[in-house]
Each structure stands twice: as structure tokens, then as C-alpha cells.
């Protein structure tokens, strides 16, 4: 590697250890990634364990060539072992990146409930570690930190704010009686509802997912609400009701 930072498809990568650390790869990932530059554990088999290469490996095998070093293969071998991870390994590797991100405590992140039940739900929506902290931000914040400055992302497609705003209503309605309070009771309560409004399901949960967490991409709608608890939940589809209504008095929609 170059003693200098090196541009990728204007991304930087630097050739300092410390930096990948703190960039979010795992070392199981960069070990593999660099043991297959100028040497190949066999011709079909890109991923593989360190024991698995220290019994293949043979010095004989190493290529003369220089080597290149494919970044993107790199992102891609990281997601490869992120996705290995159990949930709790996952948790247990996120922990310092979203107490840094997110200006937390790590070692009572360590015991929030809410860390190994976040985990698995962005595992498949990850290549480093680093990526975790913007999909899971909002769950750590308070009811009232969840803003909307933008509050037509509120409204469902093909519907009007006024529409928008009673499907939030009919769903306060929902999770406030609910019960169990589980994924699978919660999209079939709002699937029924938006049936019976005859309205069409992806735009009756689309205000749900910015009323709850601010963006209009989270982690999955149900399990989301789960991690929050009824309590918090119901708070914050209130927050984006009432922001709702006042966009909506004041564009006269």
C-alpha cells in the first residue's frame, strides 16, 4: 500500500491500520481481503476463515506480480462477514461506532435493550460498521427530538395531507389497543385498517415511518415500533399528527 492516501471513485482510503478500524471493518474481513492480494486460496472461493488459509497457504503460490488492491471488493468482503455475525456479535461490534456517532455512553449502550434489537435489522443494510449510526439514530432520541422539517414527507402517496393525517389518527387508534404489541399483530391491524379505508397499504404506513423516526428510510415499520414500545410509539405518531395539521391548515391541503 501507498504511504500516501490513495482515491477510489473519490472515496479515500488511507493505508493506516487505524483508520480502517475506526472506518468500521471487521478484522476477520480485512485479513481475508488482504491474504488474496498476490496469493488466491483456490479459483471459485473469495471468503475464508484464517485457519482455512494457514492450511492452504504455500509460500510457492504467491503471485510476482504487483498487486492490486480493489477497495470495492473490500467493502463487499466486509458486508460478507457483517452478515455472518451473529445478532449479538453484531450489537457487540456496533456498540463503540454508535457511542461515538451518537455522543452515547457506550457501556450503558452495552445495556440498552434497544441496541440488540436494532442490530439485526440493519445487518443486511450495512457494508461497514460506520453505517449503522444514520438508520439507527432516531431510536435513541427522545419523542420530542423527532422532527419534521419537511412535514409533506408525512403525507402517503396519492393522498392528501387531511387524508394523511387520519390514517396517522386511525393508527394512534391501533397501537394504543393492540395487543400483543408484535410485528405480526401490528401489520395485520394495519394492513386490516388500510383495507377498511381503502386505501393502499404502502402509502398507509408511509406516514408511520417518517412520524416515528424522522426519515422517510429506517429499518424495517413493525419491528421498529416494537424496539420503541407502545408508549413511545403512540408519542411520536402524536408529534407527527399534530405537525401534520398545521402543514395542512397553513398549505390549505
Known amino acids: 500500500m501507498s504511504k500516501r492516501k490513495t482515491v477510489v471513485d473519490g472515496r479515500e482510503f488511507s493505508p493506516f491500520v487505524s483508520d480502517y478500524i475506526t472506518g468500521g471493518y471487521l478484522p476477520d474481513a480485512m485479513f481475508n481481503f488482504l491474504t488474496n492480494m498476490g496469493w488466491s486460496f483456490d479459483a471459485s472461493q473469495e471468503v475464508f476463515s484464517r485457519d482455512e488459509a494457514v492450511a492452504r497457504f504455500d509460500v510457492k503460490d504467491i503471485s510476482a506480480k504487483a498487486s492490486a488492491l480493489p477497495f470495492a471488493k473490500l467493502d463487499w468482503l466486509n458486508g460478507v462477514y457483517i452478515r455472518a455475525l451473529s445478532p449479538e456479535q453484531l450489537a457487540d461490534a456496533l456498540a463503540p461506532y454508535l457511542a461515538a456517532a451518537l455522543g452515547l455512553d457506550e457501556a450503558q449502550l452495552r445495556q440498552d435493550p434497544r441496541l440488540p434489537a436494532l442490530a439485526p435489522l440493519v445487518q443486511e443494510r450495512i457494508k461497514v460498521l460506520t453505517e449503522a449510526a444514520p438508520l439507527v439514530d432516531w431510536a435513541f432520541k427522545p419523542a420530542e427530538a423527532i422532527t419534521y422539517p419537511e412535514p409533506k414527507l408525512l403525507i402517503g402517496k396519492k393522498l392528501t395531507a387531511a387524508q394523511s393525517a387520519d390514517v396517522l389518527a386511525a393508527g394512534i387508534d391501533i397501537l394504543a389497543h393492540v395487543a400483543p404489541f408484535d410485528t405480526g399483530t401490528l401489520e395485520a391491524d394495519f394492513r386490516a385498517r388500510a383495507e377498511a379505508m381503502q386505501i393502499p397499504v404502502g402509502s398507509f404506513f408511509a406516514p408511520f415511518r417518517v412520524a416515528i423516526t424522522g426519515k422517510t428510510v429506517s429499518p424495517p415499520l413493525f419491528e421498529s415500533m416494537v424496539v420503541l414500545g ?18 395542512a391548515a397553513g398549505s390549505g391541503d
Open 230 to 247: 407502545r408508549t413511545e410509539t403512540i408519542k411520536r405518531v402524536q408529534n407527527g399528527l399534530v405537525a401534520l395539521r398545521e402543514y
